[in-house]
Every structure is written in C-alpha cells, then in structure tokens.
C-alpha cells in the first residue's frame, strides 16, 4: 500500500519570500502524485498533478512540484508568496495503474505573514 | 470545468436525526464517487468509493449501515447519515471522478454536520 508523508504541519512565510513544502511518498509500484489546496470551510482544489513525462510540473497561479524518484518526494514550491497562498496543502498519491484510490497526506498549513 | 456541487453546506439537527448530503457533478459523467470525512486539523479520511450503479465498497471501520451511500446516476451520489449522534458530527466532502488513468478527483465544497 502507498502513504504519504508531510513532515511540515504549518509553516510560517513571509509575503513575497519562497517556500518549499515537503511530501515524501512509500510505494512498492509507479504512482502518480497530487497537489491539493484547502481554503477554510471549503473542499479541496487540485494543484497540480505528475502523471507521467516530464519530472517538473507547474500550477496556474505559479506553484511547482518537482518528481523525485529516487528521493520519492514531491515538494511544492513558489518562488515568492502572497497572502492569499494562506491555505492547508495536502499532498496525495494513487496507483498508476488503475487510478481511483488516492491517499493523503496529513497536510500542511501554509501561513503568510504581510 | 470539472465542478462538483455538495449540498448542504452546514447542516444542523438534533441526535437521532437522519441526515443526507447530496454529490453532483455538474458538467461531467462522474464514474466513481467518494466520500470523506476529514476532523479538525486533520487529513482526509476515505469512508467510502462507489461506482454508478452498483454498491459502495467501504473502508475498514466505517459502518455500512450508519452511512449510506447511494450512486444512482452518474451524476448524482447521495451519503445518508443515519441516526445521527454528537459523535458523528465532523466535516465531510465528497468528490468524484471520470475515471481513467490520471484522472484527478474533484472536491465538493464539503458539509459540515453538527449533531447536537
């Protein structure tokens, strides 16, 4: 079975600095491996996602994952935050094969500080 | 594009209660539904995965005949609580998939339930 990991469960920036949000993953299989953003109260929204190809995946709003297989992590980052990047990230991971059961990890909450 | 719909936003009633929470996708065929219940601080926690048409297959621990989990369309799944007690007052959220290889899941806003 697959577990994610985030070490981080908050981590305090400064607006305009850069972050890096760690997500370590365990699976015996290829996996793809997911982004997700939570604003209070409301569900969660994909971030980005590695399927496969290319190990750098990039978000609309400037976020990035690098694909580490043989560190088997997955860290988010931006190179200069805003206040409304104030959010819980949690990152997840499914099997490439068929898909559908995605794990979570237990997240990490993004706090910028003006 | 990808837009789920989760209804009630917040539900409040009292124990004994039996409450629904409605899952729709609005502009696509969701194949597969899910249902999560996520406690304050805390990750996601998969209660249940059910495909249109056929019955839900449930995680280790939850209980099949306190949440009920209908996928009658392949846009609609509905999760019942049933006699609802303080205890099962949490957040819970949905989503739902197309299906396929890579296809990500798409959240609903969630509900939260208060048991009183």
């Known amino acids: 079975a697959q577990s994610v990991t985030q070490l981080d469960s908050q981590v305090p920036v400064f607006e305009e600095a850069p972050v890096e949000l760690r997500c370590n993953y365990s699976?015996?299989?290829?996996?793809?491996l997911f982004w997700y953003v939570q604003y209070p109260n409301q569900g969660l929204q994909l971030l980005l996602k590695y399927l496969s190809g290319s190990t750098l995946v990039e978000s609309i709003n400037g976020f990035e994952a690098e694909f580490n297989k043989s560190q088997t992590s997955f860290h988010l980052r931006k190179p200069s935050v805003h206040i409304s990047d104030t959010a819980e990230y949690f990152c997840a991971v499914s099997l490439s094969g068929g898909y559908q059961k995605v794990t979570f990890g237990t997240g990490t909450k993004l706090q910028v500080i003006p | 594009g990808a837009v789920v719909s989760q209804h009630p936003s917040r539900v409040i009633c009292k124990s004994g209660t039996s409450v629904k929470i409605e899952c729709r996708s609005l502009?696509?065929?969701?194949?597969?539904m899910f249902w999560y219940r996520q406690f304050p601080k805390q990750s996601l926690m998969l209660m249940a995965t059910s495909n249109e048409g056929s019955k839900a297959t449930y995680e280790q621990g939850v209980e099949k005949d306190k949440f009920l989990i209908n996928h009658a369309s392949l846009t609609l799944s509905t999760l019942t609580v049933t006699s609802a007690h303080p205890e099962d007052s949490s957040f819970y959220i949905c989503?739902?998939?197309?299906?396929?290889?890579?296809?990500?899941?798409?959240f609903g806003d969630g509900t939260r339930l208060s048991i009183l």
């Open positions: 699976s015996s299989v290829s996996v793809y």
């Open positions: 989503s739902a998939s197309a299906g396929g290889r890579g296809q990500p899941q798409h």
């Open positions: 502009d696509f065929q969701a194949t597969t």
